[in-house]
């Protein structure tokens, strides 16, 4: 981060205390407002803990503790010349740089330009703090077609995902030349970037399709608590986690010896938009739950244990000699012990989106999950989901993509650098 | 509150502190993440802070300052049995009791229930605070039919809304016999609490429509700083306020004498799910834009002032002897000086609702806003603005929606207690 870069940030957390300050000297009610930008705006020293570097040797908003909440962005390229691609893949990097160290797009900013010309950024989030915001790209397998001269770098792993049993997806929901994943602690600075990021693509990228989500629907960091899905249960808690180096360097991240260099230190993001019957989940008994699942309720600990990090013992029986944690239970069935070693990184967000005009909310699951090879880890996981898990009573899967996300971008460098040169 | 409930409180506060000290033995970037929660949970004497009462004159969701993130669902009554729909408001409100308090529905809860029955709570919201959850009930003009002799009790004021100019209504995001609008400052607080108050009325109502919002896009007290919207212009600098108590007298909250006895500390409920055409409007001139809405984009003061809560000068002239504030700009048209007096309570909501299928974010304004008569009120102000406010070339209203919103409940008493006895 440049100096120039750090005052700005300063200004933005400026604006952002004269508000918290404000919050503050209110009623009871209104202290919990704005917490987040609280966090975020109170001295120089907090502010800064809200930005997560940009730079790295992967890319942020993987294994970065999951944020509180996500805009998903899949987009069409509508231009065939390459050239004008690898602009825009330039200028969205400049401006991911800029919105996740908290500052405006561009350096007119919100209001700073000339006033007969259009801002450079859109100012809802003028007031805002960085509030942990990560931006994430990722290449779908349509994007290495006759267009841009990428045949040849596509990665082997960029399968075009099968259909699975049941699937029942929805075009309009899925696929998409390249997607944008954004997650903060606060909704409009998520909704701000991406609003931005689509703005800076106009005539060269257009949305395909879009999912805004809450409440992380997982943790990828031991000092996160884990969060609940909306079959109420703890989810995250055997989830891959930040701390575990030898995990993530042996199933998420490829490496060259995969197959293309330039996704060496990236990972491959499988998303499935998971409509949820919360309705008929919510008449499924406590016992039917937990052996549905395969794990308590209340603590989330493994059917047969009693504490949520437990290791599962999937061997043990009950008194009439039927295994604890039932042969199509989930957990067991997603397991690495199951499934040759198989692992994910699991990153999802709940959903609802309005309601499904029969009576009922749209509630749902947007999972997504990063591995290191999609062929190897989430394909046989959701084969064995998709044809034996009790859950599927209760899911119906509505939306699939599968994206290339390549590795962190250097100081100077952009996304998808080692792809187009 | 009673004594047992002030120790659930706790009990979930305790759940919250867990997870809340553990991020914050995280890394900088986990720091910021629950920070709600935070407030919350640090001590029972934070936590009664994040609890906004229930009971009272008034009902809480209308003055209360406003919460980040809204669930609105819009119900259909399907049952024509009076006395079906009269035990559903009396579970509704025991609920509503419970959750806005940071209790689970019910006292079985999650998890605490038989194994063998479905647990009474969904379970979701098991660790959060009660994160200033309000639930604010309100009626439909078609609850006023035949179906439960209740067409006598309908308030004049309760009328079925006009056509505006430029309206393109869809029904499916229209009307409703009942409503329900849950705020809260975590999205998954909001959620729960539709979501189980919905599963406490089957049988007897069914979702029609549903919106989710965030970034609260107003602000209704003194307390908070304002919002912006997602044109980038903050939202609510002139709102009424919840400190201005003549005001809400006025023009707020009805009385016996207007007509309806059960009215009397109600209030009338407008809401309009308003598509706003970001792409269009960033496309105009930073001057353009301020001139449509009457303020300056930065501070948000109005044009010819220097700081956001100056009084307008709707007179003030420019060099060439035109108005700074345009004949056609929003304010203008909006403001009480235009209106014969006439205010009203805004407590809008910001929403992406994924995308449109032509490329674009399917964004806008879920536009909420109380007052006393609607026919002397939002009626009048909305004409002006649908037939001239230049704003309205980048909007389209899509979703419409009246509700009667009666009183605060009293210890004991049910939501509508006065309309059905
Ligand atoms: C809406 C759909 C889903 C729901 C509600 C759900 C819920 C859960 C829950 C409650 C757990 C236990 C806690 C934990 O360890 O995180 C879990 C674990 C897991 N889930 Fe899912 N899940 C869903 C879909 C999927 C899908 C599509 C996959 C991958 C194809 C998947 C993979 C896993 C894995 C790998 C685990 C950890 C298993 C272990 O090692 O114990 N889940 N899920
Ligand atoms: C997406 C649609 C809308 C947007 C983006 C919008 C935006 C704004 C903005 C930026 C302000 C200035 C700041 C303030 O005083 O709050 C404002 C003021 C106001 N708006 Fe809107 N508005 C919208 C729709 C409406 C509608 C439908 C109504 C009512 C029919 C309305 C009524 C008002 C009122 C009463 C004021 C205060 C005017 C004054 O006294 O100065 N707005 N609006």
New interface residues.
């Given amino acids: 981060m440049t100096g120039a870069e750090r005052t700005s940030v300063s200004r933005r957390k400026l604006f952002g205390m ?3 300050g ?2 503050l ?12 930008r ?3 705006g109170d001295s120089p020293a ?1 502010a ?3 930005v ?1 570097e940009f730079h790295g040797e992967h890319q942020a908003g993987i294994v ?6 996500l ?1 998903f ?1 899949a987009l ?1 390229v ?1 231009t065939k010349d390459r050239e004008k691609l690898v602009k825009l893949l330039r200028t969205w990097t400049d401006a991911a740089r800029r919105m996740t160290a908290g500052q405006e797009v561009g350096t007119g900013g ?2 700073g ?7 450079s ?7 805002l703090a960085a ?2 915001l990560t931006l994430t790209i990722g290449f779908g397998p349509s994007l290495f077609d006759d267009r841009f001269g990428l045949a040849s770098k596509r990665p082997a792993a960029l399968i075009d995902l099968p259909l699975f049993p049941q699937d029942k997806l929805d075009p ?1 929901r899925g696929g998409g030349d390249v997607c944008i994943q954004a997650c903060a ?4 600075v998520a ?1 701000h970037a ?2 931005n990021l ?2 800076l693509g ?1 005539g060269v990228t ?7 989500g ?2 992380r629907s997982s943790s990828t ?1 031991r ?3 884990t ?7 703890k989810d995250g808690t055997r989830n891959v986690k930040a701390e575990e180096t030898d995990v993530l360097r042996d199933q998420v991240w490829a490496t060259a010896e995969d197959g293309q260099p330039w996704m060496a230190g990236g990972s491959y993001l499988v998303a499935r938009r998971i409509r949820m019957h ?2 008929t989940w ?6 039917g ?2 052996g549905i699942v395969g794990r ?3 603590a989330g600990a493994p059917l047969g244990q009693t504490a949520e990090f437990d290791t599962p013992d999937f061997q043990v029986g009950g008194a009439g000699g039927e295994k604890l944690i039932p042969d199509d239970s989930h957990v067991r069935l997603a397991s690495h012990e199951n499934l040759n070693g198989a692992r994910i990184l699991r990153r999802g967000y ?1 959903f ?6 029969v ?3 749209e ?1 749902g699951l947007f999972f997504l999950a990063f591995n290191r090879d999609t062929r190897k880890q989430f394909v046989p996981m959701q084969q064995a989901l998709s044809s034996k898990d009790a859950m599927m009573e209760y899911l119906q899967h509505t939306g699939s993509a599968h994206f290339a996300v390549p590795p962190g971008v250097r100081e100077g460098g952009f996304w998808g650098e080692g792809l187009f040169s």
Avoid: C, M, Y
């Avoid at 257009?206 to 805004?212: I, N």
């Fill in positions: 004269a508000g918290a404000a919050a000297v209110g009623t009871g009610a209104a202290a919990g407002i704005g917490a987040n609280l966090l975020g907090q800064a803990q809200s997560v970065t503790p999951v944020q509180e909440n805009h962005v069409d509508t919100a209001v330009g000339a006033p007969a010309a259009p801002p950024d859109t100012g809802e989030a003028l007031d509030s942990s309009a602690d606060d909704p409009q909704v991406i609003r689509v703005r106009f257009a949305v395909r399709w879009s999912q805004l809450f409440g960091s000092s996160q608590s969060p609940r899905n909306l079959f109420g249960f919360i309705e919510d008449r499924e008994s406590l016992k739950q937990e308590t309720k209340g709940n609802v989106d309005g309601s499904d005009g009576g009922h909310l509630a």
